[in-house]
């Protein structure tokens, strides 16, 4: 069974850190990307970074919002992805999800997506 499962979500004070994991299961995370969304409140869903397979060498994109703060990675032999996020500020407040990218990283608006996660909450508050 094909599955994607977020954790390590939380609250988290301004300036502060946390990691995000995409654990997935059912197929070989290798052969595929996996990208982070977020939404927030009253807010429509944004693409924040993408980590494409290893076809396409596994290149990266970041949403200028979040460049230089988070950064993806991916073990394959956990078969899980990350998003290390740091200097956190109130506006990364969202619930976070991930997803499968059978495709390319290069345009985060466009970004293909076929299997999600449930989502995990980030709230950062002082």
């Known amino acids: 069974q094909l599955q994607l499962v977020e954790s390590g979500g939380g609250l988290v004070q301004p300036g502060g850190s946390l990691r995000l994991s995409c654990a997935a299961s059912g197929f070989t995370l290798d052969y595929y990307g996996i990208s982070w969304f977020r939404q927030a409140p009253g807010k429509e869903r944004e693409g924040v970074s993408c980590v494409s397979g290893s076809s396409r060498g596994g290149s990266t994109n970041y949403a200028d919002s979040v460049k230089g703060r988070f950064t993806i990675s991916r073990d394959n032999a956990k078969n899980t992805v990350y998003l290390q996020m740091n200097n956190l500020k109130l506006e990364d407040t969202a619930v976070y999800y991930c997803?499968?990218?059978?495709?390319?990283?290069?345009?985060?608006?466009?970004?293909?997506?076929?299997?999600w996660g449930q989502g995990t909450q980030v709230t950062v508050s002082s």
């Open positions: 997803a499968r990218t059978p495709g390319s990283c290069r345009t985060l608006s466009r970004v293909p997506t076929d299997y």
